[in-house]
């Protein structure tokens, strides 16, 4: 506030004005104030104006907000002669700050009987609820009605002001008050989710705030609009006279891609307005305007606004519209989408589609075409080898298990599944103490045998001797059984090849029963290869096809193999079933291969077209999805 004092302190001297002087003064500002004309030109008239208006005024400033700044300077006084206004800086400040009309009276002037008063006063001119500036005189004294009457044309004539700074006031916030207000009556559009409740508040909304009698929301549906929502009236009726009058007023303007606005306030672009002519003759309204709504480049349907007679609309409530229509178009259109069918989905898609592809420009959209047609025709005419894949697993012809042959303890492990080993390697030991120990009794109980024979010969006992005879030969048979179990507490390899499975290097101590398989043995010149093929394919798979097999290990190499039989019985597996096909590896495949590889193999079938092999999985799910539901 401190910036308004020094301007004022500034004008000092000068005397009392004469009548005849005021008079003519006053007759001009008249004549100013009627006048296109500045904005100190303008406030200098007002001032003489509303000074004469509340008579016995001795001083009179306006003060305005610069443009652009936050400060306060003087734009006029009264009267104009320079003179010392200090009195009016401070009641002008104080009204400034407390945001509020100010009375306050003034230093006595004379002495004696002569001896008077004055009041100064004060108002803050707001705009949009923001103060703007301040008007502030100094009065003679008079009695409190007629001061509070002075307080009130002093409010009433601050009115002016605020045109003035509307009128003035900065295009960039004039904008953003438009565009607040714009966004304001769409924001009803988003409050309720329902498409029809939505269009119908936001319709209500506009006319209410724009003063129309009579908004309509239109949706382009095909070439013809269609009346979606109409301000107050939740149901309608659509074949009306004044609902067909609405939709023609609508389709002119969106054919024209124009705003349409009848009758015109002003000469501009040329439009046709036939339709809104008929409009007003059939509704009787004094006004109407229209305003496509567009969403991606494309028109989806209009607004039309109408007002009553004698009631026409401004530029700025044109400005607004526009605004409105700009902002509401894409909602209303998505919230549309997002209400349709499926079927009315795929219609609108298809159409965007095509006249992409039909109409002028989406040079992109036409070389894509172009691209797909090019790669369909291909696919309908080439033609490349089927083949079924399917997970394999590499396995020996012949695989031997190398089991318990005893109950005991395993003592030595030294090999594990992964090892190759010679025909009668030592795999695996087994404890043999509590063998020993049976063999060393067996052996003492026939010595003891042997004695005895010896003394029934001496004696010739004939028929101890067939006893101790019989006795002799059990225990030579129970001396040979140890002997043998003994020699197969040694585990070895039955011949040369590669343990398949087995590991005993982390069970040493760990019992072992009579017949528990502990290694699996299998070749390393013979091969097979066992492919688990779906059984939607097995019905192209025959003996004798040949084929390549890709294992993890080397995910480079292809293997040759041959189909050699089928089994017949299928097997489940993640919830699918499964065939298992055995094939021969050929030529010298087997010798970078091991028992245990897993990769895919594919047999090849025959040669068809591409669009048949990468489309003929789905079709067959068709067509027994169909047979399924039909009767």
Not at 104 to 116: I, S
Not at 247 to 270: F, K, L, N, S
Not at 356 to 371: D, E, I, S
Request: glycine share 8%; hydrophobic share 40%; with cysteine.
């Amino acid at each position: 506030m401190s910036s308004v004092t020094p301007e004022i302190h500034e004008t000092v001297g000068g005397g009392q004005v004469a009548d005849l002087a005021a008079r003519r003064g006053y007759e001009q500002a008249w004549r100013q104030f009627a006048q296109q004309q500045s904005v100190e030109e303008f406030c200098g008239s007002w001032l003489v104006i509303q000074c004469h208006a509340i008579g016995g005024v001795s001083d009179g400033v306006v003060v305005l907000q610069k443009p652009g700044t936050k400060s306060f300077a003087p734009v006029a006084f009264y009267p104009e002669n320079p003179r010392d206004r200090a009195h009016l800086a401070r009641v002008s400040e104080r009204a400034l700050k407390e945001g509020q009309g100010v009375v306050q009276p003034g230093e006595p002037v004379g002495e004696g009987e002569a001896q008077g008063s004055s009041y100064q006063l004060a108002y803050p001119v707001r705009l949009d609820g923001e103060i703007r500036g301040v008007v502030g005189v100094d009065i003679a004294w008079r009695p409190e009605a007629r001061l509070q009457a002075a307080m009130r044309e002093l409010q009433w004539g601050s009115c002016w002001l605020e045109v003035l700074l509307r009128r003035h006031a900065d295009p960039t916030e004039a904008e953003r008050q438009r565009l607040k207000l714009a966004l304001d009556l769409v924001s009803t559009l988003l409050e309720v989710p329902s498409l029809r409740e939505s269009t119908t508040a936001f319709t209500t909304e506009l006319a209410t705030r724009l003063g129309c009698d009579r908004v309509t929301l239109g949706m382009l549906e095909g070439k013809r609009v269609r009346v979606a929502a109409v301000s107050h009236s939740p149901q309608f009726e659509k074949r009306a006279n004044l609902m067909r009058a609405i939709e023609r007023a609508m389709e002119e303007a969106i054919d024209q891609e124009e705003m349409v606005v009848y009758p015109a306030e002003r000469e501009g672009r040329p439009v046709v307005a036939r339709a809104h002519e008929a409009l007003l003759h059939e509704s009787e309204a004094g006004s109407a305007t229209t305003f496509p709504l567009e969403h991606g480049g494309r028109v989806v349907g209009a607004l039309t606004f109408e007002r009553a007679a004698g009631h026409r609309f401004e530029v700025p409530t044109l400005e607004v519209c526009a605004a409105v229509a700009s902002v509401a178009g894409p909602i209303i259109e998505l919230k549309h989408g997002s209400e349709a069918s499926l079927p009315l989905h795929a219609g609108r898609s298809a159409k965007s589609l095509w006249e992409k592809l039909a109409g002028p420009g989406h040079p992109g959209w036409k070389l894509g075409a172009l691209g797909v047609g090019a790669v369909a025709a291909f696919l309908a005419f080439a033609t490349g080898e089927f083949r079924v894949s399917a997970n394999s697993t590499v396995e020996g012809v012949v695989q031997r298990a190398v089991s318990a042959p005893i109950n005991g303890f395993v003592t030595e492990a030294p090999l594990r599944a992964g090892e190759t080993v010679k025909a009668g390697q030592v795999i695996a030991r087994l404890d043999d103490r509590d063998l020993r120990l049976e063999r060393i009794k067996i052996e003492s109980q026939r010595e003891q045998y042997v004695t005895q024979y010896r003394e029934a010969m001496g004696k010739r006992e004939r028929a101890q001797i067939a006893i101790v005879s019989a006795q002799i030969a059990q225990a030579e048979a129970q001396l040979a059984l140890v002997d043998e179990h003994l020699a197969r507490t040694a585990l070895a390899a039955p011949f040369d090849g590669i343990i398949v499975s087995g590991d005993l290097s982390q069970r040493l101590g760990s019992p072992v029963e009579r017949g528990q398989v502990l290694f699996e043995v299998a070749p390393l010149a013979d091969y097979r290869v066992v492919l688990q093929v779906d059984e939607r394919d097995i019905s192209h798979v025959a003996e004798r096809q040949k084929g390549e097999l890709t294992v993890t290990s080397m995910p480079g190499e292809r293997f040759p193999l041959e189909v050699r039989s089928i089994t017949p019985v299928n097997t489940a597996k993640e919830g699918r079933n499964f065939y298992r096909v055995e094939a021969t590896l050929l030529h010298e495949a087997e010798s970078r291969l091991r028992p245990g590889m897993e990769g895919v193999g594919k047999i090849s079938i025959e040669e068809r077209k591409l669009v048949w092999i990468w489309t003929h999985g789905f079709i067959d799910w068709v067509r027994l999805w169909a047979w399924s539901w039909l009767p």
